[in-house]
């Protein structure tokens, strides 16, 4: 049988396959597809300081082989989360990832805080495709900002940091380097990429947001490209996710140097998806005689 457990900032996974966050939309909604015990690790969809409504709708829209949204964190606000939704997520499996988004340094770092103050967390994920609000960009698309906040976080909390990039840069492998500099433990590649559809009924932009970002299959060979240029610059482990929708998706991002792989639009397709995609890389594993999955991240990289 081969060993699916990776090692992921120090801490063990049983496996490598992990919602995304946003997958698993909001914990009042039945949770479907199977034993979510037995998938690597849980991701909430981001949480902010404060109670958030979101964008206005339509909230997504279907694009070929992908889907635009710009659902734009509606959040239940930290205290009613950490109260509420993460009991109810640690319960459930026991490798909880929690992604934070603030919009200052400061909100990143009290977010951090008060999730490491209730040491449910075993990482915390800093969703940086969120604008600062001081200048309107991006923290993971500004070097500078993305230093700042990461740095600033690392000296705050000792829980293991994941800096989820945006994928909307000139240079991933760059912006990859820069969170590890400042001390990220892990690297979450990537988030959704910007793009635009227009409702030619109305003659306007379909989603409530104008624009929005693109997931699913049409994203996967971008997004492993994203994987594979960052996995040469930095030593930190990453988790790859965009666009995987099989085993063979999830299987070429480890090739490609993914330590854990995340799954998010499939999982509307399929709810069953992300046990399937385990499965799968269990069977390929044995079938090729391997041992397990630690053997084969990055091993695409190889030159012989
Ligand atoms: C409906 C939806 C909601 C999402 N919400 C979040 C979120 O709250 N935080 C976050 O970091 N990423 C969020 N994402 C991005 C995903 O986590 C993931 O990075 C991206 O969609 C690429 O993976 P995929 O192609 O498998 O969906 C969301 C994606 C979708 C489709």
């Known amino acids: ?51 958030r409504d979101g964008n206005p709708p ?27 939704r993460l009991p109810r997520l640690r319960a459930q499996n026991d490798r909880i990832i929690v992604s934070i988004a603030g919009f200052s340094v400061r909100e990143f770092v009290e977010l951090a805080e008060t999730v490491a103050a209730t040491g449910l967390a075993d990482y915390i994920e800093l969703n940086l495709s969120c604008p600062n609000l001081e200048s309107g960009v991006l923290w ?55 793009g635009l559809a227009i409702d030619v009924r109305v003659k306007k932009p379909a989603l409530g947001n104008a624009t929005g970002g693109l997931s699913g299959p049409a994203v996967k060979p ?16 990453l988790i790859g996710m965009g666009g995987i929708s099989s085993w063979r998706d999830a299987v070429e991002f480890i090739l490609a140097g993914a330590t854990a792989v995340a799954v998010g639009m499939f999982n509307f397709v399929e709810p069953g998806c992300m046990w399937e995609i385990r499965d799968g890389i269990d069977r390929y594993l044995a079938e090729n005689g391997l041992s397990g999955v630690k053997d084969i991240i990055g091993l695409a990289h190889r030159t012989e």
């Not at 900032?9 to 034993?35: Q, W, Y």
């Not at 082989?65 to 205290?79: E, K, Q, R, T």
């Not at 990461?150 to 800096?163: D, T, Y």
């Not at 994987?227 to 030593?235: M, Q």
């Open 58 to 84: 339509p909230r997504v829209w279907e694009t070929a082989a992908g889907m635009l949204n710009s659902v734009g964190i509606p959040s239940i606000g930290i205290d009613e989360f950490v109260k509420s």
């Open 140 to 194: 993971s698309t500004d070097a500078g900002l993305l230093a700042e906040v990461v740095g600033r976080v690392r000296r705050a909390v000792k829980v293991p940091l994941i800096a989820k990039l945006s994928p909307n840069v000139t240079d991933i492998a760059e912006m990859a380097a820069v969170a590890e500099s400042a001390g990220a433990d892990a690297l979450g590649l990537v988030n959704t990429f910007r």
């Open 222 to 237: 971008l997004a492993l490209f994203a994987v594979w240029s960052a996995f040469r610059r930095v030593r930190i482990p």
């Open 1 to 51: 049988m081969p060993d699916l457990s990776v090692t992921l900032a120090g801490l063990e996974l049983k496996n490598p396959v992990l919602p995304a966050s946003g997958a698993l939309e909001t914990l009042d909604t039945p949770l479907r597809g199977g034993d979510f015990s037995q998938l690597g690790a849980l991701v909430n969809k981001t949480v902010t300081r404060d109670r």
